[in-house]
């Protein structure tokens, strides 16, 4: 018991050192961005795996992976990610071995498995964030383009400002629309390019308003500052909900983890627990068992799922 006590304290150590390691390389890259522009610093030499990698980015295996990660919002290249999954499939495997005593093949199986349902459990429940962002900080947008309309700018001098004022992801977006008018490309064009590469419904909107007034005038900022208004409010009703049913999502996420650890911790303390699930009525209780988690995962996810 002491040993198995032992090892989940140097688990739960060794995963708040990678999340404390995580925010520092966060900080640093911050500070690293803010400092470059102040000086101009000689260009660093790169290690053999890094420079690999940087070649791998710019293959066309890369393209689609490069296109999840930016529809799912996870602030990685192709080649980290990946490098994440090899090394997070290794650790799986050796803890399970040490902490769960699971030997070789089984331990391989299940860091692959693991994986195998991390990498699509990722790009399920990040589906489309890279979009919620973008209409998250299109309340921002209508407000920062509506004061530069009232305070005497055109609608493209507004633009490259709202450009150089948002965040991430939105700044991506509207600095290449302010490059693309800067470069002579006509404004409708511009604006169904962009809505092209935004399917969402506020987006639609926002390119409509801005369509209509720059054809028939009219009071923009009056228009954009009550856009403003009613996606705040939208947003607020939003984080409100997300708030109310917090305790169902992370029951949706604890629910299936419970029994796996419970068996594995069995399987620790007793020796050959786990050895009637490689029999074949306990295959088809473990079959059982997986489908019954999955399907009230995706239940539980469903009913907590409000859209406003």
């Not at 008018?181 to 909107?205: C, P, T």
């Amino acid at each position: 018991m002491l040993p198995a006590i032992l090892y989940s304290l140097a688990v739960l150590v060794g995963v708040f050192g990678v999340y404390s390691y995580l925010g520092y390389r966060s900080e640093k890259r911050k500070w690293s961005q803010k400092v470059g522009k102040w000086f101009e610093g000689s260009e660093k030499r790169k290690s053999f795996i890094v420079l690999l990698g940087d070649r791998f980015d710019q293959t066309k295996l890369a393209q689609p992976m490069q296109k999840k990660l930016r529809e799912a919002n996870v602030p990685l290249t192709p080649s980290e990610f990946y490098g994440m999954l090899i090394v997070g499939g290794m650790a799986i495997a050796v803890f399970s071995n040490s902490l769960f005593g699971i030997s070789f093949p089984f331990n391989l199986i299940i860091a692959v498995v693991l994986v195998v349902i991390i990498y699509y459990l990722l790009f399920a429940l990040r589906k489309n964030k890279h979009q919620e962002r973008l209409n998250e900080q299109l309340s921002e947008v209508c407000r920062l383009l509506g004061n530069s309309v009232r305070a005497g700018m055109t609608i493209q001098q507004g633009l490259t400002l709202v450009s150089n004022e948002v965040s991430s992801p939105a700044k991506e977006e509207f600095k290449k629309l302010s490059h693309e008018l800067a470069l002579g490309v006509d404004f409708e064009q511009a604006l169904r390019e962009m809505q092209n590469r935004n399917v969402s419904r506020d987006f639609k909107l926002f390119i409509a308003t801005l369509l209509i007034q720059k054809n028939a005038g009219g009071n923009l900022h009056a228009v954009l500052d009550e856009m403003s208004k009613t996606l705040e409010e939208r947003k607020i009703l939003g984080q409100t909900i997300k708030t109310m049913t917090a305790e169902q999502r992370f029951v949706s996420y604890i629910l299936p983890a419970m029994p796996v650890f419970i068996l594995l911790m069995m399987n620790q303390m007793v020796d050959g627990f786990l050895d009637n699930l490689f029999t074949i009525p306990g295959a088809i209780l473990g079959i059982m068992f997986i489908a019954g988690t999955v399907l009230s995962f995706v239940l539980i996810r469903k009913v907590s799922n409000i859209r406003v």
